[in-house]
């Protein structure tokens, strides 16, 4: 049952809960599962959800509250809480954990959704004086994976520093493993831990690594891909050694067959851009009568078909028409993960592309993937996602030929909202574009030949879209609060020449 509490704070910690351009209550509101509605002006939190994400909210906020003015302040009873993980520190570590300004262990909290506060004095349950505990707080799952990041940094920097026991099965959805030779550590961290993080991504799990020990938390699924791509990188991924002709019957596997001619132009800064956006892991191999194969890896489908458009894309600069020339138009009503696609006339391929940021911003909107290959837009993801996909396009391109966008009834609250705005507060809630990406989805202003203009706002979250719509409050409030001042005329400027 949804509940409203109202607490109070000293307005010189509003600006504190509330963060750079909102990231703290937004943090806080992932965290504890309540919104959070700020009254600047008088230090009123309205905290909204249910019973226990608004008692975890306060228990939050009190916590930042006193970690802006000296230690937090955390009462015995609350260290057995469900969401709480408390965790030894050496204080020589605690600067390396925190970072400059705390830049570090915000990246820590927002890489896995937590809050995490070390305790001082009476509040500290640790036994050694050279020892603090770091307080996280969160889901189970989200904690272990800041538990782990912390030891990581707590074993580079004290390597004597006793760890638990890695071997011991913490939890169903963790997995431990000890690299049998240095060289195997020296691997994973190549390049500045990249290696690490991309396969992360991949997998959709979590991976790190603390002394001797690799850690990874998610899904059973999720696990063991991670796995199998730390064994590509360590014992080396040939054609003998790994079983092609069984690897490409993985269902985490996507094969690419391509003519050699084309292997010049995925060079390794094109690959890493791929592996990067696409969330993948690519490897080439090769293959006879003058072709080369490439394997994509990644635990989502989506994903592997996204890395294989740009790949495609990527041979399409070179070689216009090598395959957008052949496909045809598809559009699926399968649930599952597939791919629409249309192709795009010169005056529609121009407004897609007239600004660079146009084709993430849809993506971004419909909560799939949206990409051009040569003429041919596709849309990849689940029926929902390229059905939102193809509607915001075609908002798109209405807007560019006509200037008025056609909302159809049966999208309105759905997967978009209609907002009335008065002419002089149009730059005002859409910048100087008339087609704006926001955090919270697509914006899209509509101007009729009479009558009021008109916002869309497209996003497949319901919370996205009421967020703009406040935020369009807002300013349109502020505009009339400033038409109503007037400000009082100068006094004229007396004359500096004399009379003669």
């Given at each position: 049952m949804t509940e409203r509490e109202?607490?109070?704070?000293?307005?010189?910690?509003?600006?504190?809960?509330?963060?750079?351009?909102?990231?703290?209550?937004?943090?806080?509101?992932?965290?504890?599962?309540?919104?959070?509605?700020?009254?600047?002006?008088?230090?009123?939190?309205?905290?909204?959800?249910?019973?226990?994400?608004?008692k975890k909210c306060k228990t939050y906020i009190s916590c930042l509250v006193a970690q802006r003015t000296g230690?937090?302040?955390?009462?015995?009873?609350?260290?057995?809480?469900?969401?709480?993980?408390?965790?030894?520190?050496?204080?020589?570590?605690?600067g390396a954990i925190t970072g400059p300004h705390g830049s570090y262990l915000r990246q820590i909290e927002e890489d896995n959704n937590t809050l995490m506060f070390f305790l001082e004095g009476?509040?500290?349950?640790?036994?050694?004086?050279?020892?603090?505990?770091?307080?996280?707080?969160?889901?189970?799952?989200?904690?272990?994976?800041?538990?782990?990041?912390a030891l990581s940094v707590v074993k580079g920097i004290c390597p004597e520093y006793t760890t638990p026991d890695m071997a011991a099965?913490?939890?169903?959805?963790?997995?431990?493993?000890?690299?049998?030779?240095?060289?195997?550590?020296?691997?994973?961290?190549s390049r500045k831990g990249i290696l690490k993080t991309r396969i992360m991504s991949a997998a959709n799990c979590f991976v790190e690594i603390i002394g001797t020990w690799v850690a990874i938390v998610g899904h059973t699924p999720?696990?063991?891909?991670?796995?199998?791509?730390?064994?590509?990188?360590?014992?080396?991924?040939?054609?003998?050694?790994?079983?092609?002709?069984?690897?490409?019957?993985?269902?985490?596997?996507?094969?690419?067959?391509?003519?050699?001619?084309?292997?010049?132009?995925?060079?390794?800064?094109?690959?890493?851009?791929?592996?990067v956006t696409a969330k993948v892991l690519l490897f080439s191999f090769g293959e006879p009568k003058g072709y080369t194969g490439v394997l994509i890896f990644s635990v989502s489908a989506a994903a592997r078909i996204h890395a294989e458009i740009l790949i495609m894309t990527c041979i399409e600069k070179k070689y216009p028409g090598h395959y957008s020339e052949?496909?045809?138009?598809?559009?699926?009503?399968?649930?599952?993960t597939e791919t629409d696609t249309f192709r795009l006339q010169p005056a529609e391929l121009k407004a897609l592309t007239s600004h660079s940021s146009t084709i993430n911003s849809i993506s971004f909107a419909c909560g799939g993937i949206v990409e051009l290959l040569g003429s041919v837009i596709h849309f990849v993801g689940s029926y929902d996602e390229r059905r939102r996909g193809r509607l915001y396009t075609k908002f798109i391109l209405e807007k560019a030929s006509k200037g008025v966008v056609s909302v159809p009834a049966s999208a309105v609250d759905k997967d978009v909202i209609v907002y009335n705005v008065p002419s002089a507060a149009v730059k005002l809630v859409t910048g100087s574009d008339s087609v704006i990406a926001s955090s919270f989805g697509l914006a899209i202003v509509s101007v009729p030949t009479t009558g009021t203009p008109v916002v869309v706002v497209c996003s497949a979250l319901d919370k996205s879209r009421l967020a703009v719509k406040r935020t369009a409050d807002h300013h349109i409030a502020s505009l009339i609060s400033a038409s109503r001042y007037t400000a009082p005329a100068k006094p004229a400027a007396k004359s500096t020449k004399r009379k003669k």
């Open positions: 109202t607490i109070k704070v000293a307005e010189p910690d509003v600006p504190f809960i509330l963060g750079k351009g909102g990231r703290t209550k937004d943090k806080l509101t992932r965290v504890s599962g309540a919104r959070i509605e700020v009254q600047e002006f008088d230090g009123k939190i309205d905290l909204i959800g249910t019973h226990e994400s608004i230690s937090v302040e955390l009462p015995k009873e609350a260290h057995t809480d469900p969401d709480l993980t408390l965790m030894n520190v050496p204080t020589e570590c605690i009476e509040y500290c349950d640790a036994e050694d004086d050279g020892i603090c505990q770091l307080a996280i707080f969160g889901d189970r799952r989200a904690r272990r994976c800041s538990q782990l990041h099965k913490v939890s169903e959805d963790e997995t431990v493993r000890q690299l049998s030779q240095p060289q195997h550590l020296k691997t994973l961290l999720d696990r063991k891909a991670a796995e199998n791509y730390i064994g590509f990188y360590i014992n080396g991924f040939t054609d003998k050694s790994s079983g092609f002709s069984k690897t490409r019957a993985r269902s985490d596997c996507l094969s690419m067959q391509l003519p050699v001619f084309c292997l010049e132009l995925l060079t390794q800064q094109v690959k890493d851009q791929i592996e052949h496909l045809l138009d598809r559009k699926t009503d399968d649930p599952g």
